[in-house]
């Protein structure tokens, strides 16, 4: 039977390959329903967030169609959830009126209504790892040039906003089953402290997580409930344009699971010599360990 995150179309017997990112920086923020002055964050790294890191790296003006990047699948690990963060701007307070924020009838704002507040939220020190992998209308190709993207970005990357940067580079490798890898790979995260409970990670994906590699020493959630949406997020983009920006809804699927203690990998640099070594522990076309 083909597992239900493989694509019904696509040859089963040939591993998929895919992207593995490392999404990690002091800050991110993936924009769920940001609205004039609420710039709101979602837990988790969003599609329409993903296909513009994408976008940037290959040099896509806002203009320019993503219809074939919204073909691709995205599942994501949350190693570290980090904390929420609020920022508080203030735009415009103290100055004469001629100066003042211009309103949209193009006139000033008087002075006791001068300053404007905006709410901005950020995920501080979070870290994630995703799993980027072809759909059955992705074009040929693709994820390489995606990958040689990354690697070598014609834009600025940030995670969701552009005050965000990474801290490092975001493509990990190019693997076959990229979505056994995306459940071993060293968690950027210190271990649990010695006597507590082992914590879980989440996945969260766009497609029925029902049939992931997960041994069941892993203690894997139910997988009926994987196999169902759990809600949906207004986050696949139809158009970046500036004025016709647009999403559509689609559905969410989680799962989760428990990693054993050693691959808790700690932070910055302990973790990417932990990366280091699991890659060289891969055969040279990344396959399974």
């Not at 002091?26 to 976008?55: K, Y």
């Not at 929420?84 to 735009?91: G, P």
């Not at 809600?231 to 428990?258: I, K, M, W």
Request: hydrophobic share 35%; glycine share 8%; proline share 12%.
């Amino acid at each position: 039977m083909t597992p239900s995150y493989i694509d019904a179309g696509a040859d089963a017997t040939a591993p998929a390959s895919g992207l593995l990112l490392h999404l990690a920086g002091p800050l991110q923020s993936w924009g769920r329903h940001s609205h004039f002055n609420q710039r709101d964050t979602a837990p988790h790294p969003t599609r329409s967030g993903i296909v513009g890191l994408l976008a940037a790296a290959l040099g896509r003006a806002r203009q320019e169609p993503v219809t074939d990047l919204v073909t691709l699948s995205l599942t994501v690990r949350t190693d570290r959830g980090g904390v929420l963060l609020r920022d508080l701007h203030t735009v415009g307070g103290g100055l004469p009126a001629a100066k003042t924020v211009t309103t949209a009838q193009g006139r000033k704002r008087p002075g006791d209504t001068g300053t404007l507040l905006s709410h901005r939220y950020y995920l501080a020190d979070a870290a994630f790892t995703a799993a980027v992998t072809p759909g059955p209308d992705t074009p040929p190709g693709l994820l390489a040039t995606c990958a040689a993207a990354l690697a070598s970005p014609r834009w600025p990357l940030y995670l969701g906003r552009r005050s965000c940067p990474p801290a490092g580079p975001v493509l990990i490798d190019v693997f076959d089953e990229p979505l056994h890898h995306l459940i071993h790979l060293p968690l950027a995260a210190p271990p649990p402290r010695e006597g507590a409970p082992a914590p879980q990670v989440e996945l969260i994906g766009d497609r029925p997580l029902d049939r992931l590699p997960l041994p069941a020493e892993l203690n894997p959630s139910d997988p009926a409930e994987a196999a169902q949406a759990t809600g949906q997020l207004n986050d696949e983009p139809a158009s970046f344009h500036p004025r016709s920006r647009s999403h559509h809804s689609r559905p969410v699927f989680r799962r989760t699971y428990t990693p054993p203690r050693h691959q808790w990998a700690g932070h910055g640099i302990d973790h990417l010599h932990r990366l280091a070594a699991y890659r060289a522990l891969t055969a040279p076309d990344g396959a399974r360990r």
